[in-house]
């Protein structure tokens, strides 16, 4: 869900319309709930989800990754089947990107099409079992703004 209400801040104009790759952990479902304009990519990855697999059942959830690790499980992580969704949630990030909203999006496998990097290097901060070895490698390959951080993601948006 995007907030669109005037009565919720907007993060600064240099993110206006961009794809933003953060860490998984960092805190990227905060900033969406906390700011106007800001989509969360995992809220695609599941919309995708649903165009790709109509007869998957999304059913109820309160984190839209227990859908996406459910519906990745269910395909048994057939690259086939997991990049047709991703390329799916791209579009729907680039549109947004197109009306000026902030996406979100914490999948390394899509960190090569991000305007921009944020990478979490306190361990406290990152998801139990990610492989940060593997998303600083990724990052060090692709010619795009990349900072790395210490803190949670709101505080680090504010200051970058």
């Known amino acids: 869900m995007v907030i669109r209400s005037s009565n919720y801040p907007r993060l600064p104009r240099k993110y ?27 809220d695609l990855i599941v919309e995708a989800i649903g165009q790709i697999a109509p007869n998957f059942d999304i059913g109820y959830y309160d984190d839209p990754r227990e859908v996406i690790f459910r519906y990745f499980r269910y395909i048994h992580f057939n690259r086939g089947l997991m990049w047709k969704v991703y390329n799916a949630a791209l579009r729907k990030m680039r549109k947004a990107c197109e009306i000026d909203d902030v996406v979100l999006f914490g999948t390394v496998d899509l960190m090569d099409e ?9 361990d406290d901060y990152v998801r139990n079992g990610f492989n940060q070895h593997r998303e600083k490698s990724e990052a060090a390959n692709l010619n795009v703004t990349t900072h790395f951080i210490d803190e949670y993601l709101d505080n680090s948006l504010q200051r970058a």
């Open 16 to 42: 206006w319309g961009e794809l933003i790759y953060a860490t998984p952990g960092c805190g990227k479902t905060f900033v969406a709930n906390k700011y106007r304009d800001v989509v969360d990519g995992d």
């Open 114 to 122: 991000a305007d921009r990097i944020f990478i979490q290097e306190d």
